[in-house]
């Protein structure tokens, strides 16, 4: 069976302590700090802390995101005109009018005369 032993105060049992332990000991806070918070609140606090903090880092990179979003779309609504414009330029330059001034400033001319079908007998 156990038998029962008493912790002598200020020896320690060779265990380092929490986090907390060591936070106190190293960072004595104000008997005025400790009335308005209360050590023992203290994990509480740090753990809001880190939300609060990854809840501002998510929002920069969300509006971030939304600003290159936002970018992207006036770069394709420009490249859409272009694309467009370029469109219609083709189409008014493929033209068989705009074909044969084209090539009347290169020498050539059309031919008057129309095309024929060449028959070619089988043996």
Request: hydrophobic share 40%.
């Amino acid at each position: 069976m156990a038998t029962n032993t008493y912790k002598i105060p200020g020896k320690s049992s060779g265990k380092q302590g929490s986090f907390f332990t060591l936070l106190e000991r190293y960072l004595p806070m104000d008997e005025s700090l400790a009335e308005v918070i209360h050590v023992r609140f203290l994990p509480q606090i740090l753990f809001i802390c880190a939300l609060c903090i990854i809840y501002i880092g998510s929002r920069h990179y969300a509006e971030k995101k939304i600003r290159t979003i936002s970018r992207l779309e006036t770069q394709v609504e420009d490249l859409r005109a272009d694309f467009t414009t370029l469109k219609a330029d083709y189409k008014y330059a493929s033209k068989q009018s705009e074909v044969a001034k084209q090539a009347r400033s290169l020498g050539l001319v059309e031919s008057d005369v129309s095309p024929y079908k060449i028959i070619v007998a089988e043996e």
